[in-house]
């Protein structure tokens, strides 16, 4: 069975400053997503990478693929309120049926302004 | 952009009533599931389909069943509702093939379902 970790669990800072969230597993991953999900709605897809090393940028959000395609993180700078959510990094594997992911707990995260 | 409904936000049933939760997607997804979600459990995939009429048992199948007979609708039922089945019900799609933007494996949920049981 994978199992993708996910630290910290929680993580409350204030606006402006930066965060950064873990996601990890012993297992390899064909590629890894990671979802952001306000209360009281469903996850929603932020980004994907693919390739081990990846980089991705979305505003104020930088993504990265471990070199082994095992580990990702999320960091964002100059956090807003808006930031505010529950973010899951979940992990793919080409043998899985279905096109089914392996999700981790999940790292709530609360700006406050 | 695609488009996952669920047919109720909210739903308070009673113990040993028969709940149906319902799913519609209009991307025309190959792939539909059905999570549930609990504080401290995460996300935890109950059950799955990879075309019409065909399902998979995901991670937690006890106590539920699901029905596909058309692609854009997966139904979810739960036979006789307990109390421990409370909870947020996700419902989600992907398309199978991955393109230039995508993998394939990326998930698009409905807002989900919070059901009560009492």
């Known amino acids: 069975t994978q199992l993708l970790e996910q630290s910290p669990q929680f993580l409350s800072i204030q606006e402006g400053e930066n965060l950064t969230v873990y996601c990890n597993s012993s297992?390899?991953?064909?590629?890894l997503q990671w979802y952001r999900q306000e209360p009281g709605e469903g996850p929603v897809l932020l980004v994907t990478?693919?390739?081990?090393?990846e980089v991705k940028k979305l505003k104020r959000l930088t993504f990265q693929f471990g070199d082994a395609r095992k580990d990702s993180s999320l960091h964002i700078t100059a956090a807003q309120p808006g930031d505010t959510g529950l973010y899951l990094c979940?992990?793919?594997?080409?043998?899985?049926?279905?096109?089914?992911?392996?999700f981790g707990g999940g790292t709530r995260v609360l700006v406050k302004p | 952009d695609v488009k996952v409904t669920q047919s109720s936000r909210y739903l308070v049933k009673r113990t040993g009533e028969k709940v149906f939760l319902e799913c519609v997607q209009d991307?025309?997804?190959?792939?539909m599931f059905w999570y549930r979600q609990d504080p401290g459990l995460g996300l935890r995939l109950i059950y799955f389909?990879?075309?019409?009429?065909?399902?998979e048992k995901g991670d937690i199948p006890e106590g539920y069943s699901v029905s596909r007979e058309k692609k854009e609708r997966f139904s979810l039922i739960l036979e006789s509702a307990s109390t421990n089945q409370t909870s947020m019900y996700l419902c989600?799609?992907?398309?199978?093939?991955?393109?230039?933007?995508?993998?394939?494996?990326?998930?698009?949920f409905g807002p989900g379902t919070r059901l009560t049981v009492t």
């Open positions: 989600a799609s992907s398309f199978p093939t991955g393109g230039f933007w995508t993998s394939g494996y990326e998930q698009y």
């Open positions: 297992s390899v991953f064909s590629s």
């Open positions: 990478v693919v390739t081990g090393g």
């Open positions: 979940a992990g793919a594997n080409l043998k899985a049926a279905g096109n089914k992911l392996t």
């Open positions: 991307m025309d997804h190959e792939n």
């Open positions: 389909s990879y075309d019409v009429k065909m399902k």
